[in-house]
């Protein structure tokens, strides 16, 4: 079955890199795209960007600067770096794979994982 | 940036109770609309895309409509287990956006 997860430090210095790792199974990586959400606590998700089932890659442009997304398809696997981090960074992230039908839309997520950044 | 206006922010109903929560884009977005569902400490789970498609699994109970420019969310007979709070999403123009939830719960 479809499963995404996501790994990575739960806790991130102001200034830092925050590096996640999201591993899915029950699909290919050069079939469906993969999104990466965030959520800080109590308030709305937010898009951050995509890799591409084909390998490219789109990004918020509000984030664009400070995030890159990568993946290794042998592992099954995409990445997600951001620098500079700062408090208002801190939240839930989640890894999600992307379909179109009529429009993009989420049909499964991972269980998310907490970053906080603080010193 | 599409925004997404979605009211109410919260709302109380009681069981068996007909819901409906509405969102609102800034531009049109066709039918590029999605809801989800979140529950405490878990991740979004998808109900609706495509505007009224229902998606696998979701009970038959919740329904999406568009008229013109609103698009809503319908919970027919609200069960205990449809508390959480509630997301649509644009998928037709980059970034994708969220709207900014609707708190369900039971009165």
């Known amino acids: 079955q479809v499963q995404l997860k996501e790994s990575g430090p739960g806790l991130v210095q102001p200034s830092e890199t925050l590096s996640l790792t999201c591993t899915v199974s029950?699909?290919?990586?050069?079939?469906?795209?993969v999104s990466w959400v965030r959520q800080p606590s109590g308030k709305g998700p937010e898009w951050m960007g995509r890799m591409w089932y084909d390998g490219d890659t789109a990004y918020n442009s509000a984030l664009k600067s400070r995030l890159s997304i990568s993946r290794d398809t042998s592992k099954n696997q995409v990445f997600l770096k951001m620098n500079s981090l700062q408090t208002d960074d801190t939240g839930t992230y989640y890894c999600?794979?992307?379909?179109?039908?009529?429009?993009?839309?989420?049909?499964?997520w991972g269980q998310g994982v907490m970053v906080t950044v603080s010193s | 940036d599409i925004q997404m206006t979605q009211s109410p922010a919260s709302l109380s109903a009681s069981l068996e109770e007909i819901v409906t929560i509405t969102c609102q884009p800034s531009?049109?977005?066709?039918?590029?609309l999605s809801w989800y569902q979140q529950k405490p400490g878990k991740s979004p789970q998808l109900l609706i895309h495509?505007?009224?498609s229902l998606a696998d699994g979701v009970p038959s109970r919740f329904s999406g409509s568009r008229s013109g420019t609103q698009y809503s969310l319908k919970i027919n007979r609200l069960q205990v287990e449809d508390t959480g709070i509630y997301y649509c999403l644009q998928g037709y123009s980059a970034p994708w956006t969220f709207g900014g939830g609707t708190k369900l719960e039971l009165k």
């Open positions: 495509s505007a009224t």
């Open positions: 029950g699909f290919s990586l050069t079939s469906y795209s």
């Open positions: 531009q049109d977005i066709g039918n590029y």
């Open positions: 999600t794979r992307e379909l179109w039908v009529t429009g993009y839309y989420f049909d499964y």
